[in-house]
């Protein structure tokens, strides 16, 4: 434990992008508690990604299959000072800080869950709502700030904390995603690698763990030499990753954790959206990144299942050469820096 005596646990038990999402909410805990020890309570994979972020001192390991609520933490030693519920909204995540007894938590309400003793400081005496139609980024720093603690949800850079890259200067495609719905084609990743590299252009293919296979697809059918893949047989580690996005020309890929990577890094990227709009999970409206989407008419912000096994309609209409051209729209880096009109994760 830090000097300053009680800790900060929070729970978001969740992915890369889920942890990535949470940066600036992460910082703006940290800055309102300098003298405490910051725990995340997620995955032991990512705890070098939680490190990066310089705002957590330490994983608490938990986890749960699919996108669940763990069913307990292996807390020890005095409650916590404050517990934070950035893993979602109901009475499972909320409960399960509640049984560690913090001094204070901050949650949002939920009609299951009635306000308990600790949230009686907040402007209207209970916890702030919900809202459905929120990016991810700025539903937690109104969270935050709800509870008295500024949160910036523009604070999400971070430094790349792997060695030099292997591919300086590369366009990277990604084609791995955890869930099928957001993992567009093999066929038309190979075929933007092919007009690439038929243009001159160096490009190589990143495999996170169990991606191997994909990536090593995406090569073969573009004509890409072996050692164009990056992260085969076991897939990179984030740090790794890390080091290749962050000297990367830009990142192709899909709405998935290597995307938000991409966004903390300041790498321009290509994001293609299908079961969820950009506006709730897309990166900043920033020239360096374009978000690609094609809903149906009056469609709402979640047309599709974001897990499912299938790719969503709205990603296969996606075209290699929308692809290509957003590439090619991009700023040149130094350049890159610029903001564009529009909401976070508009789409082009």
Not at 135 to 157: K, Q, V
Not at 234 to 259: I, K, M, N, S
């Amino acid at each position: 434990m830090t000097a300053g005596g009680g800790r900060v646990l929070v729970l978001r038990a969740l992915g890369l992008g889920d942890l990535l999402t949470a940066v600036p909410a992460l910082r703006a805990l940290r800055r309102a508690h300098p003298g405490r020890e910051i725990v995340l309570a997620a995955p032991a994979r990512l705890a070098e990604a939680a490190a990066a972020t310089g705002a957590v001192d330490r994983v608490l390991p938990a986890e749960a299959p699919g996108r669940g609520v763990p069913e307990r933490l292996h807390w020890t030693g005095p409650p916590p000072e404050t517990a934070v519920d950035l893993h979602g909204n109901g009475p499972p995540s909320r409960q399960l800080l509640q049984r560690l007894q913090p001094g204070r938590l901050l949650a949002f309400a939920h009609p299951d869950t009635q306000d308990t003793p600790d949230t009686p400081d907040t402007p209207a005496g209970r916890a702030p709502q919900w809202r459905d139609d929120e990016h991810e980024r700025f539903r937690w720093c109104r969270l935050l700030t709800w509870y008295g603690i500024p949160a910036d949800p523009d604070d999400l850079r971070i430094t790349a904390p792997g060695p030099a890259s292997p591919a300086p200067d590369a366009i990277v495609l990604h084609p791995g995603a955890d869930a099928g719905a957001r993992r567009w084609p093999a066929a038309r990743f190979a075929e933007v690698a092919a007009a690439l590299t038929a243009r001159g252009r160096r490009v190589v293919v990143t495999a996170g763990p169990g991606e191997a296979q994909l990536a090593r697809q995406v090569a073969d059918l573009a004509g890409l030499p072996a050692a164009q893949v990056l992260g085969a047989p076991g897939g990179l580690t984030f740090g790794g990753l890390a080091a290749v996005l962050a000297q990367a020309r830009a990142l192709v890929v899909g709405d998935t954790g290597p995307a938000h990577l991409a966004t903390a890094l300041g790498t321009p990227s290509v994001v293609l959206f299908g079961p969820v709009a950009p506006r709730l999970w897309g990166p900043p409206a920033l020239t360096r990144h374009r978000a690609l989407w094609h809903p149906d008419p009056g469609s709402p912000l979640r047309p599709g299942d974001a897990h499912g096994r299938r790719p969503d309609r709205r990603l296969l209409r996606i075209t290699p050469a929308e692809v290509l051209d957003a590439l090619d729209a991009l700023p040149a880096p130094a350049a890159a820096w610029r903001p564009r009109p529009g909401p976070p994760g508009g789409g082009v």
